[in-house]
């Protein structure tokens, strides 16, 4: 797929290399991508740039970021991986007193992601007697804004 790029439209219309992009799913089949299509590139004469070349995750980031205000994000988002969540989790859990076996930390997560899925809002999730876990959600975004005020100043 590599050698479509210069021998396609990129080499025929010399076009920019942010026309190019190119998405997979490991950092490692990235950097080869990445390396591959420079050096392809560089050979058809095409003029240094940086094409888009990333994993997808990378990819929405990046996306994200640029339209954070259209998305009603701040551009300083945080994106948590597995274990930030669960330690956020725990931390809320813990600073609210809730230690009940029934419902730990994962159940929290899995119920929050359950929701977004699901598009269902804190009011509807209270609506559905999930009372703790809305607790713990209010809790996690007040331990957010608490953190973005902290790095603000």
């Given at each position: 797929?590599?050698?479509?790029?210069?021998?396609?439209?990129?080499?025929?219309?010399?076009?920019?290399?942010?026309?190019?992009?190119?998405?997979?799913?490991t950092?490692?089949?990235?950097?080869?991508?990445r390396?591959?299509?420079?050096?392809?590139?560089?050979?058809?004469?095409?003029?240094?740039?940086?094409?888009?070349?990333?994993?997808?995750?990378s990819?929405?980031?990046?996306?994200?970021?640029?339209?954070?205000?259209?998305?009603?994000?701040?551009?300083?988002f945080?994106?948590?991986?597995?274990?930030?969540?669960?330690?956020?989790?725990?931390?809320?859990?813990?600073?609210?007193?809730?230690?009940?076996?029934?419902?730990?930390?994962?159940?929290?997560?899995?119920?929050?992601?359950?929701?977004?899925?699901?598009?269902?809002?804190?009011?509807?999730?209270?609506?559905?007697?999930?009372?703790?876990t809305l607790?713990?959600?209010?809790?996690?975004?007040?331990?957010?804004?608490?953190?973005?005020?902290?790095?603000?100043?």
């Amino acid at each position: 797929m590599c050698y479509h790029f210069p021998n396609g439209a990129a080499h025929r219309q010399r076009r920019a290399c942010r026309g190019i992009l190119a998405v997979t799913f490991t950092n490692k089949a990235a950097e080869e991508m990445r390396n591959r299509v420079s050096a392809l590139l560089l050979r058809a004469g095409v003029p240094p740039a940086q094409p888009w070349l990333s994993t997808f995750h990378s990819l929405c980031a990046r996306l994200l970021r640029r339209e954070a205000a259209n998305a009603g994000l701040p551009r300083d988002f945080a994106i948590y991986d597995d274990d930030d969540q669960l330690a956020a989790v725990k931390l809320a859990m813990g600073n609210l007193e809730i230690d009940d076996e029934a419902l730990t930390p994962r159940n929290v997560l899995s119920r929050i992601s359950y929701a977004k899925n699901h598009g269902q809002s804190a009011e509807r999730c209270a609506a559905k007697r999930l009372t703790r876990t809305l607790a713990v959600c209010r809790h996690l975004c007040g331990l957010r804004a608490a953190a973005a005020s902290k790095q603000r100043t």
